[in-house]
C-alpha cells in the first residue's frame, strides 16, 4: 500500500522487501480514527445481504471488503471509515508465500 507504516504488535517482525497483507472480511473491523494498525479508507459499496453488510472500501487504489455487522448498514459512498488491517489474523506474504 505504498508507503503507508503501519506499526506490528510487540513480537512479530517483517522480511525485508516487498510483502502482501491478507486477511478475511469476516477480521476487518471498524475502529475508531488512528488506532493503531489501521486505515483511513473511502467507502465505495454497501451491500446489506440481511444477516450482515458487505463493506467495500478504498485505500490508495487497494479496495478491501470488510463483513461487518447491520449495525454498519447505515454507512454511505464516500465516508471515510478507518479498518484494523493488523491484528491475530492477519497473513504476511512475501513472493506469494506466507511468511508469518
Known amino acids: 500500500m505504498g508507503d503507508t507504516t503501519l506499526a506490528l504488535s510487540a513480537g512479530r517482525s517483517l522480511p525485508a522487501g516487498d510483502i502482501k497483507l491478507g486477511i478475511r472480511p469476516e477480521y476487518l473491523t471498524l475502529v475508531p480514527a488512528q488506532t493503531d494498525g489501521a486505515l483511513a479508507m473511502t467507502v465505495s459499496r454497501v451491500q446489506d445481504v440481511g444477516t450482515h453488510v458487505m463493506l467495500s472500501a478504498d485505500f ?25 488491517v493488523l ?3 492477519t497473513c ?7 511468511v508469518e
Open 60 to 84: 490508495e487504489g487497494t479496495t478491501l471488503k470488510a463483513r461487518l455487522s447491520t449495525d454498519a448498514a447505515q454507512l454511505t459512498v464516500g465516508d471515510t471509515v478507518w479498518l484494523k
Open 87 to 89: 491484528g491475530e489474523h
Open 92 to 98: 504476511i506474504y512475501k513472493n506469494e508465500e506466507i
